[in-house]
């Protein structure tokens, strides 16, 4: 019969709203999701719904109907620790839904404490590679309402917890494939007062997850006609962000970049990611440096290393790095080699260290011990095509 064709895994999304505006289907949705008022989680950042209006009036509207709300405020990056000093604050009657409204971390938190309010014992247990307990996948209803179009939180498997440290820092996942959100509102209008360098850092996450599943040996015929709308979008809309966010009406670049990073979620739970996350996994694992931050200085070196070990390879490996990589490039408005792409990156990375105040990874103390580190716990994942430590290293050393 000869070799196995390549099996298209269905691709399931959960309802979406994609519009401006589009927060105002908070309210129909929740009480969609649980008939008569109950208690709702609201998670969100420090300073979220200060800032947008719009969403506290979604919000209101919930508790004017008689839902009662309890506030889980996120900074930073959270640990499986932190997420259970939360659990012990939630309403001792239970919770019958979970709104996250902020970026890629508020959204894990909620989804882990949506997860997290149907096991027992500490969250730690259920994480991979640290814990010994196999999540059920039953959760509450939640919903995402991601702005700062980065990570596709809102449609991934796992949501990422860590506590880093050089002795026993750690960054992993709770997964099951029943946590992607009931419901997602994606709404340019909620993202227009994020800080320049945040929108700057989150889309060269999701760019990096967009090429990263493209470039990938796991990519399928129809991932692959989303990826290339998606990076289309991400490439007319990011440089734009980077330069100007903040000064200028981007909505339609917001809008656009949003959809771009939900599907940075749904091709990484389908294809798996490579060497730039296969590195800032446990970088994060070892020192605080935010995720975003993280992919905007790997990035380009990465594909710099992946496109020359390619080449060094040669045969059906080179010519199809070489063929992908040029494919992007003509996507981005650029020439039709490979190496145009990589002058591309290269150029954003610029971009957003002159106009998005992005700091190479030494301004966040990173030194040899953190690449040491780093190296031994590094993985190439699905990369298309295996690297070296030794080249690991250089990706690094470039990226400070």
Same mark, same amino acid.
């Given at each position: 019969?000869?070799?196995?064709?390549?099996?298209?895994?269905?691709?399931?999304?959960?309802?979406?709203?994609?519009?401006?505006?589009?927060?105002?289907?908070?309210?129909?949705?929740?009480?969609?999701?649980?008939?008569?008022?109950?208690?709702?989680?609201?998670?969100?950042?420090?300073?979220?719904?200060?800032?947008?209006?719009?969403?506290?009036?979604?919000?209101?509207?919930?508790?004017?109907?008689?839902?009662?709300?309890?506030?889980?405020?996120?900074?930073?990056?959270?640990?499986?620790?932190?997420?259970?000093?939360?659990?012990?604050?939630?309403?001792?009657? /239970?919770?019958?839904?979970?709104?996250?409204?902020?970026?890629?971390?508020?959204?894990?938190?909620?989804?882990?404490?949506?997860?997290?309010?149907?096991?027992?014992?500490?969250?730690?247990?259920?994480?991979?590679?640290?814990?010994?307990?196999?999540?059920?996948?039953?959760?509450?209803?939640?919903?995402?309402?991601?702005?700062?179009?980065?990570?596709?939180?809102?449609?991934?498997?796992?949501?990422?917890? /860590?506590?880093?440290?050089?002795?026993?820092?750690?960054?992993?996942?709770?997964?099951?494939?029943?946590?992607?959100?009931?419901?997602?509102?994606?709404?340019?209008?909620?993202?227009?007062?994020?800080?320049?360098?945040?929108?700057?850092?989150?889309?060269?996450?999701?760019?990096?997850?967009?090429?990263?599943?493209?470039?990938?040996?796991?990519?399928?015929?129809?991932?692959?006609?989303?990826?290339?709308?998606?990076?289309?979008?991400?490439?007319?809309?990011?440089?734009?962000?980077?330069?100007?966010?903040?000064?200028?009406?981007?909505?339609?670049?917001?809008?656009?970049?949003?959809?771009?990073?939900?599907?940075?979620?749904?091709?990484?739970?389908?294809?798996?990611?490579?060497?730039?996350?296969?590195?800032?996994?446990?970088?994060?694992?070892?020192?605080?440096?935010?995720?975003?931050?993280?992919?905007?200085?790997?990035?380009?070196?990465?594909?710099?290393?992946?496109?020359?070990?390619?080449?060094?390879?040669?045969?059906?490996?080179?010519?199809?790095?070489?063929?992908?990589?040029?494919?992007?490039?003509?996507?981005? /408005?650029?020439?039709?080699?490979?190496?145009?792409?990589?002058?591309?990156?290269?150029?954003?990375?610029?971009?957003?260290?002159?106009?998005?105040?992005?700091?190479?990874?030494?301004?966040?103390?990173?030194?040899?011990?953190?690449?040491?580190?780093?190296?031994?716990?590094?993985?190439?994942?699905?990369?298309?095509?295996?690297?070296?430590?030794?080249?690991?290293? =250089?990706?690094?050393?470039? =990226?400070?």
């Amino acid at each position: 019969m000869g070799e196995a064709p390549p099996i298209l895994q269905p691709i399931q999304l959960p309802r979406m709203a994609h519009c401006p505006g589009a927060v105002e289907w908070l309210r129909p949705w929740a009480e969609e999701l649980c008939p008569g008022p109950g208690t709702l989680v609201l998670v969100t950042g420090r300073a979220t719904l200060a800032h947008l209006p719009a969403a506290r009036q979604a919000v209101g509207e919930l508790e004017a109907r008689g839902w009662s709300l309890a506030t889980v405020t996120v900074s930073g990056e959270p640990s499986a620790e932190w997420v259970d000093e939360q659990r012990q604050h939630l309403p001792a009657g /239970g919770v019958d839904l979970v709104v996250a409204l902020g970026g890629g971390s508020v959204l894990d938190v909620g989804k882990t404490l949506a997860a997290m309010a149907c096991e027992q014992g500490p969250t730690r247990a259920y994480l991979e590679g640290v814990g010994d307990r196999a999540p059920s996948g039953r959760r509450v209803p939640w919903i995402a309402v991601p702005t700062t179009m980065g990570t596709g939180s809102e449609v991934t498997h796992n949501a990422v917890l /860590g506590q880093p440290g050089l002795e026993r820092g750690y960054k992993k996942s709770l997964r099951h494939p029943g946590y992607v959100a009931d419901r997602v509102l994606l709404d340019a209008r909620l993202t227009a007062s994020v800080p320049r360098a945040v929108v700057a850092s989150a889309g060269m996450d999701a760019f990096s997850q967009l090429l990263e599943s493209y470039l990938a040996p796991t990519t399928s015929p129809l991932l692959d006609c989303w990826l290339m709308y998606a990076l289309e979008q991400a490439g007319a809309a990011l440089p734009e962000l980077i330069c100007r966010h903040g000064d200028a009406d981007l909505e339609a670049q917001r809008h656009a970049m949003a959809l771009a990073a939900t599907v940075s979620g749904v091709a990484l739970t389908h294809t798996g990611l490579g060497i730039v996350h296969g590195l800032i996994g446990p970088l994060g694992a070892v020192a605080p440096v935010p995720h975003g931050v993280a992919c905007a200085n790997v990035l380009s070196p990465a594909m710099h290393q992946t496109l020359a070990e390619a080449r060094a390879v040669g045969g059906a490996t080179q010519e199809r790095v070489e063929q992908r990589m040029a494919a992007v490039s003509v996507q981005l /408005g650029g020439g039709s080699r490979a190496d145009e792409l990589i002058e591309a990156l290269d150029h954003w990375r610029h971009q957003a260290r002159l106009h998005a105040g992005l700091s190479g990874l030494a301004g966040y103390g990173i030194d040899h011990r953190h690449l040491d580190a780093v190296v031994e716990k590094g993985s190439n994942r699905r990369n298309a095509v295996a690297l070296s430590p030794e080249q690991w290293r =250089s990706i690094l050393e470039e =990226s400070l």
